[in-house]
């Protein structure tokens, strides 16, 4: 599976952005779909997941009610929607993907398949 990740940018605190994912594979819908976050100096976060269906979603404590997680299967695309950023939410953004019809999976050694990474900078 090959993903790209894009729509990242410099925005200032309190603003929005919404990344997008882009898969490969034709079978989209079979794949568990996560974001993850590494700001500078600092080991690589889970940041929101999502089931194959789209049904399921889960959340870090840190973005919980500020970003959104969701998919298009037809497209075979995962957003992650940006609410209320904050400068401690400054970080390279990674999408990653998992071949499961299970829902919850926190760390990155659960996904077998990376995108290339997105700048999100928050200014204060």
């Known amino acids: 599976v090959q993903l790209q990740a894009s729509g990242g940018g410099l925005v200032q605190a309190g603003g929005s952005l919404r990344l997008s994912c882009a898969a490969s594979?034709?079978?989209?819908?079979?794949?568990?779909m996560g974001w993850f976050r590494q700001a500078p100096g600092k080991e690589r976060e889970f940041v929101a997941g999502?089931?194959?269906?789209?049904?399921?979603?889960y959340y870090a404590d840190s973005v919980k009610g500020r970003f959104t997680i969701s998919r298009d299967n037809a497209k075979n695309t995962v957003y992650l929607q940006m609410n209320s950023l904050k400068p401690e939410d400054t970080a390279v953004y990674y999408c990653?993907?998992?071949?499961?019809?299970?829902?919850?999976?926190?760390?990155?050694?659960?996904?077998?398949?990376w995108g290339q990474g997105t700048l999100v900078t928050v200014s204060s």
């Open positions: 990653a993907a998992r071949y499961s019809s299970g829902t919850y999976y926190y760390r990155t050694y659960d996904y077998p398949y």
């Open positions: 999502i089931s194959g269906s789209g049904r399921s979603t």
């Open positions: 594979e034709r079978t989209f819908s079979s794949y568990v």
